[in-house]
């Protein structure tokens, strides 16, 4: 079933105008009548089941009773790799759970986004896998942040996914994480030595030198099924 999030807290039995991105996508490439339910989760992350009513609007017809967020705030510092790549790390982190995820610009990293451009159209994909999989709330994406900002997105526990003799599965996992990916070559030394000082634990992966995207997918997966 579709779903949709909208920026206003909504109520059962309520009326409300959908933004014609939603109708369009409803209408136009969707093909649906006024007799298809969809999901609409609102800002408080409620979600409802809905249907047309007429061409601009929609009667919210049901409350669920539903949560599909993690019990743990996650955060991702993910060090910026290619585009395809980072754009399929955006997708499956929020599809797993993710709570927060902030783009990092690592002394390593090819790619530079510093660009207003490119955060929109980051929030955008990891807007529609929020949809896709049923999330109550959207991930927040932070702007791209330098190795002088790491320091104020840690958690509770906190940790840097580098070669080290502490095994992933000694993590702990209470309220909240937060943990750092890097680029492609890895990070460079000062820079892991300054993450260490600001109070970031490293921990292994295991024996193989792991892809920054399958490191990420990875390390979050291992997180959420010790959160569920």
Do not use: W
């Not at 909504?10 to 996508?25: A, M, N, S």
């Not at 800002?43 to 009513?53: A, N, P, S, T």
């Not at 007429?54 to 599909?68: D, G, P």
């Amino acid at each position: 079933m579709q779903q949709y999030f909208i920026d206003k807290e909504i109520e059962t039995g309520e009326t409300i105008r959908l933004e014609d991105e939603i109708l369009y996508h409803l209408i136009k490439v969707l093909r649906k009548d006024p007799s298809y339910t969809f999901r609409i989760a609102d800002r408080k992350g409620d979600i409802f089941h809905c249907h047309l009513i007429n061409s601009h609007e929609c009667l919210v017809s049901e409350r669920l009773e539903e949560n599909n967020e993690l019990d743990c705030d996650i955060t991702c510092i993910m060090a910026l790799i290619k585009n395809d790549k980072f754009d399929m790390c955006l997708q499956k982190l929020t599809e797993l759970g993710v709570k927060r995820i902030v783009p990092y610009q690592s002394i390593r990293s090819v790619v530079k986004a510093r660009d207003d451009r490119k955060l929109v159209r980051m929030k955008k994909i990891v807007k529609e896998a929020a949809e896709q999989s049923h999330r109550n709330l959207i991930p927040e994406v932070c702007e791209v942040a330098l190795l002088k900002d790491l320091d104020k997105y840690k958690s509770e526990n906190n940790y840097i996914c580098y070669e080290s003799s502490r095994n992933i599965v000694e993590i702990s996992c209470n309220k909240s994480i937060t943990y750092i990916i890097g680029p492609e070559g890895g990070f460079d030394d000062r820079e892991y030595e300054k993450i260490r000082e600001m109070g970031y634990e490293p921990i292994s992966l295991g024996k193989r030198i792991l892809r920054a995207e399958t490191a990420a997918i990875y390390m979050t997966s291992i997180i959420v099924g010790k959160c569920q």
